[in-house]
């Protein structure tokens, strides 16, 4: 698809944001901007990270709260099964309920401070299908999950990632949504293996716009995702050219998502690393538009 097709038309897609919960009164005053900036497009939905080891719980809780009852948006909460006990989570998910909140990001988790291979909690949910299931018992949460289209670090093989999303889809996950990578043919070849494997939740793509190529460039070290290196080429020499840094990554992201609208896919979730403007361009590229002017519900109410 053509991109003067994309922004002609009314746009196909359906996106969805994450953040992530703020540590200083300085990062929650840029949380709220961008929350706000981005409010107006609509997403789907926005989900709300939570640290190794559920070091940032309290944050995310009182995030996804604030969301609640101050926005339009619908907030999904990320919920870990590591270093905690079954009784720990079921009160947390109880928590989450009683706070209006009606999506859960079902998620394995690292080790706190990613010390080391994953070990269960004795006496938690063993594995994110387990997590699932738990959450499904105390209330009909949505849930999403993830999935990494070249490969968990953990996974032994490709075949291993696809029979653990069956596992979680049959647990009950609504939707996959997709580890970041900048190479659409693992993403393609996901979706497709996946389906072939009768797994028929969506399976979402996740974006990330590069705001700083080094920082991106640990992040994907972590995970495990690839840096072609004809990305590095794109941002050789822009090290200290902020302006000419953005133009392109929003070129970068944009050009990405319709190589993969190409393939059929219409759903993607952006990381937005808690800054807005750079998403919010790349989604006007796409040609997503403001549905209505931003009005909270505190100021809907006064």
């Not at 822009?238 to 219409?266: C, P, S």
């Amino acid at each position: 698809m053509s991109l003067a097709k994309l922004i002609t038309d009314p746009s196909p897609l359906q996106v969805s944001f994450e953040f992530s919960p703020p540590k200083t009164d300085e990062a929650e005053a840029n949380l709220w901007t961008a929350i706000r900036r981005l409010e107006p497009l609509a997403p789907s939905f926005v989900s709300v990270t939570y640290g190794a080891g559920g070091s940032t719980r309290e944050r995310t809780h009182a995030t996804v709260k604030r969301i609640v009852e101050e926005t339009s948006l619908k907030p999904a909460a990320h919920l870990t099964c590591v270093a905690a006990s079954r009784g720990e989570i079921d009160d947390i998910v109880r928590a989450y309920w009683d706070a209006g909140i009606r999506h859960i990001v079902a998620l394995r988790g690292d080790m706190p401070g990613m010390d080391g291979p994953y070990r269960p909690h004795p006496d938690g949910y063993q594995s994110t299908p387990e997590l699932i299931a738990g959450i499904k018992k105390i209330a009909p949460f949505e849930v999403s999950v993830s999935f990494y289209p070249e490969r968990h670090p953990d996974s032994p093989d490709h075949g291993h990632d696809i029979a653990l999303l069956k596992k979680k889809m049959d647990a009950g996950a609504a939707r996959a949504l997709g580890q970041f990578a900048f190479d659409n043919e693992p993403t393609a070849r996901f979706r497709d293996d996946a389906a072939r494997a009768g797994i028929t939740i969506p399976i979402v793509p996740g974006i990330i716009p590069i705001h700083n190529f080094k920082q991106v460039g640990s992040f994907a070290e972590k995970s495990g995702t690839r840096v072609p290196d004809w990305l590095g080429h794109r941002f050789e020499g822009l090290e200290n050219d902020e302006q000419t840094r953005y133009l392109v990554a929003a070129a970068v992201a944009a050009e990405q998502v319709m190589g993969l609208v190409d393939r059929g896919i219409t759903e993607f979730h952006f990381y937005t690393l808690n800054r807005a403007d750079l998403v919010y361009a790349i989604c006007h590229l796409l040609g997503l538009r403001p549905v209505t002017p931003a009005v909270s519900k505190v100021e809907a109410a006064q």
